[in-house]
């Protein structure tokens, strides 16, 4: 049944407080990480069937055993979850308009279940293949809304903070993941880590749809707040939309309109353009760092420390230039700066690292530069979400993931892979690869200068069941402060 606004705003609160929400959707992003770095992890994945020039022959192990898959085929398994993740993104984030944001993580979630069982129960390529992909759809509801969630209802001095605690997860889940992969897939089987990870997120999918649907700042969903997604999508289908064809009409072409809004947002396009330079070099360095290392410094451990380092890096950066932003006062013309400075030195830092012979000078200064480029995760975040009126932040936060993703981490992998059969020198390759840093600060730099404006309250009207924080301490503070009704 429908409820009335009038009532919404008599009944009791939602479960969920600012802390409750960060916690769970910190979890939830865990959960999601996890499963990124247990497909990756040699107890998942495995190894593929192989044969001696003397006749012996090995069934090889993990996905790639069982299915008898070759390389490429094994990376197409990782390219299909990216195709579902780019794809549903941008839909999410537009239908978001329409549908409570909640109600679509729900979704998104029981998707995500469903589809990492379904891993678990494949039989061959090509329902793996497509599992995966599903996997990807299920995540792109999360990933385009729950960033602005957090913004919404984080106390104001610690907005960036609260941002950075959730991205922080990322590394921290990939971590997990391989330890998780290894061990599960390694004793009982790599079926059994799907299984475990689908039990893990069961809970909260059930949860985006039990919770009273809180609402997004800036999303107004007619004058009702729905019980359910099926009651959302009949009233808009009788009131708006004559038939579905309309209505899918009407939605692409709200899209195309906020798409436009987007790229006449100068702040927002450099922010993004600086994001997809510095994703470049990122998805080349978790690609082929290990394997960069072990040529140039003879690591025998390459994967552990290269791992560790990113782990340690991706922590401590990503937390520290979130706190460093919130103490600067979080504007957007703060956040380029901290940007460029962060990137430009951690460049420097990076590139210094790749020309020692030393593994010891190496590993101090690439750490310090790992714990400088990650703190940009923070701040490049909060100018997507602050640059933009909040009705168009879940997109962009959609465009931006499909933006450094296809312009980033996808294409530079193989290119780096390309460089080096050319030059046949991995620490050539390494210092060409991290020179592209000091272009993503360039780009950072140019924003500093551009007239800005936060939009974070420009045109929001919050209806519907919101978090109230008037009771609530701040997560990262240790005295009681007095927040804003």
């Known amino acids: 049944m429908a409820i009335d606004s009038s009532d919404l705003s008599e009944s009791a609160p939602s479960w969920f407080t600012p802390k409750r929400l960060l916690v769970v959707f910190c ?71 329409s549908i409570n944001p909640f109600r679509l993580i729900g979704v998104g979630l029981s998707v995500w279940t469903l589809a990492a069982a379904g891993c678990g129960l494949s039989v061959d390529f090509w329902s793996i293949t497509f599992c995966r992909m599903l996997v990807g759809v299920g995540e792109a509801s999360f990933i385009s809304l729950a960033a602005p969630f957090i913004d ?6 610690q907005r960036t903070a609260w941002l950075g605690i959730f991205y922080m997860c990322i590394p921290t889940g990939i971590a997990v993941g391989y330890v998780y992969g290894g061990v599960v897939g390694g004793s009982v089987g790599w079926r059994y880590a799907f299984f475990g990870e689908a039990i893990l997120m069961l809970p909260f999918a059930i949860l985006g749809f039990a919770m009273k649907p809180l609402q ?78 072990y040529s140039i410094y003879q690591m025998n451990n390459a994967d552990i420390l290269f791992g560790g380092i990113t782990i340690v890096g991706g922590i401590v950066g990503t937390l520290g230039g979130s706190i460093i932003l919130d103490r600067m006062n979080s504007t957007i013309p703060n956040a380029f ?28 200064l690439f750490l310090i530069g790992e714990i400088l480029v990650f703190a940009t995760q923070g701040p490049v975040n909060f100018v997507c979400l602050h640059t933009v009126k909040p009705s168009l ?17 996808v294409p530079s992998s193989p290119l780096v892979g390309l460089l080096q059969d050319k030059v046949d020198n991995w620490r ?11 272009l993503a600060a360039g780009i950072w730099f140019i924003g500093i200068f551009l007239d800005s404006v936060d939009r974070y309250d420009e045109g929001s009207e919050r209806a519907g069941s919101v978090i109230e924080q008037p009771d609530v301490m701040p997560l990262l503070e240790n005295k009681p402060a007095t927040a804003s009704p």
């Open 27 to 97: 979890v939830i992003n865990m959960v999601n990480y996890v499963d990124r770095g247990a497909i990756a992890s040699n107890g998942v994945n495995g190894s593929p069937r192989s044969c001696t020039e003397s006749g012996v022959c090995s069934d090889g192990s993990g996905i790639q055993g069982d299915f008898d898959l070759n390389n490429f085929r094994d990376g197409v398994i990782s390219s299909a979850f990216m195709v579902g993740l780019l794809v549903a993104s941008p839909i999410f984030a537009s239908l978001a308009k």
């Open 152 to 157: 919404d209802n984080a106390p104001v001095a």
């Open 216 to 293: 997004m700042k800036g999303m107004s969903h007619d004058k009702k707040v729905y019980g359910s997604l099926d009651e959302e999508v009949i009233e808009h289908s009788s009131k708006e939309h004559s038939s579905y064809g309309s209505f899918a009409s009407n939605q692409l072409s709200k899209f195309w309109q906020d798409i436009k809004a987007l790229l006449l947002e100068k702040i927002y396009v450099i922010n993004v353009l600086g994001y997809i330079a510095y994703n470049f070099v990122i998805g080349a360095y978790s690609y082929w760092g290990p394997k960069a290392g």
């Open 337 to 364: 700066k901290l940007l460029s400075t962060a990137t430009f030195f951690g460049a420097i830092f990076c590139f210094s690292a790749f020309c020692f012979s030393n593994l010891y000078i190496y590993l101090v």
């Open 393 to 409: 932040r879940p997109l962009s936060m959609a465009m931006s993931t499909v933006s450094i993703h296809v312009f980033g981490d």
């Open 428 to 438: 050539i390759s390494a210092l060409i690869l991290t020179s592209v840093f000091f």
